[in-house]
Nanobody, 121 residues
Framework: QVHLVESGGGLVQAGGSLRLSCAAS?????MGWFRQAPGKEREFVAA????????YYADSVKGRFTISRDNAKNTVYLQLISLKSEDTAVYYC?????????????????WGQGTQVTVSA
């Protein structure tokens, strides 16, 4: 069982930027970021393979968000730019016990507690 801790969320104006971090207590394989807005279901945001060579993004964030990882630090990042009010949500990182990333939350075994991102208009 890997323990995941997200950080970096906060309040930002529309058009602003944030960088989220997800620190793992141990080695991880494929990682993903998901988000859940109030009253909505959790949705996929981005994912990265174990090596970092493959990345996947939701259409709504392509070109604005970038996922990356530093395996030496057991940390995954999500760079958010050009933020919009509709990006407001709790952002969760997740780890799965396989090298290939997927876009389905059901494929991920471990989840962090989440970090709040609020974008003001």
């Amino acid at each position: 069982q890997v323990h995941l801790v997200e950080s970096g969320g906060g309040l930002v104006q529309a058009g602003g930027s944030l960088r989220l971090s997800c620190a793992a207590s141990g080695r991880t394989f494929a990682m993903g970021w998901f988000r859940q807005a109030p009253g909505k279901e959790r949705e996929f945001v981005a994912a990265i393979s174990w090596s970092g060579s493959s990345t996947y993004y939701a259409d709504s964030v392509k070109g604005r968000f970038t996922i990356s990882r530093d395996n030496a630090k057991n940390t995954v990042y999500l760079q958010l730019i050009s933020l919009k009010s509709e990006d407001t949500a709790v952002y969760y990182c997740a780890a799965r016990g396989a090298r290939m990333a997927t876009m389905s939350g059901a494929d991920y075994d471990n989840w962090g507690q989440g970090t709040q991102v609020t974008v003001s208009a």
